[in-house]
Structure formats: C-alpha cells, structure tokens
C-alpha cells in the first residue's frame, strides 16, 4: 500500500504561482505515471498533468504554459508548478499513482482558491 501525501495549497491572487507538492510512503519507481487531477464541486476530475516513468510528460490544454510537472524519484516526489493562475483553477488537486495508465493510489487533495 502506497500512501500520497499532498501540500502546497493555499490561497492566491490571480497571476500568482503555487508549488504542489506530493510524497509518496514508497519508491515512485514502480509507478509508470503520476499526475495530478483537479475536481470542482459538481464536475468531474479532470486530469491536469502527468510524467511519466521516463520522463515525458502531458498536460490539458488549458494549463500548457502555465503549470509544469516534474518529479524527483530520489525523494518519491512530484511537483506541480503552477503560475499565472487563474480564477478558473480554482478546484482541490489530487496527486494520483499509475501503475499502468488509471490511478491506483490517490492523494487526500489539496485546496487551491485563485481570487480575481
């Protein structure tokens, strides 16, 4: 059992930044992706980014530019930069692990508020 722990939410102005941060109790090397998912009251979870093992990686359109992910497998970590936020990225960002393509193992969330 692998646990993900996130930290980094909070409360920022719009075109702010804000690091996401997600451990994980385990090596991350087992894993062939992690990402992070956003969810909205009443809306789905939408992926935002993932990397995978290797390296490459994969965002929405909506936050190419803006957010970039990376991980460090040392530390089993990964690590959501997000800048230039935006009202509309407001949402609780989940850190999931994929032993192959759908998330195993998820994150208890972290609240991100962009204010206009």
């Known amino acids: 059992q692998v646990q993900l722990v996130e930290s980094g939410g909070g409360l920022v102005q719009a075109g702010g930044s804000l690091r996401l941060s997600c451990a994980a109790s385990g090596s991350i090397f087992r894993f062939n992706a992690m990402g992070w998912y956003r969810q909205v009251p009443g809306k789905e979870r939408q992926l935002v980014a993932r990397?995978?093992?290797?390296?490459?990686?994969n965002y929405v359109d909506s936050v190419k530019g803006r957010f970039f992910i990376s991980r460090d497998n040392a530390k089993n970590a990964v690590y959501l930069q997000m800048n230039s936020l935006k009202p509309e990225d407001t949402a609780v960002y989940y850190c999931y692990a994929a032993s192959i393509l759908l998330p195993d193992y998820w994150g208890q969330g972290t609240q991100v508020t962009v204010s206009s």
């Open positions: 990397i995978a093992t290797g390296g490459s990686t």
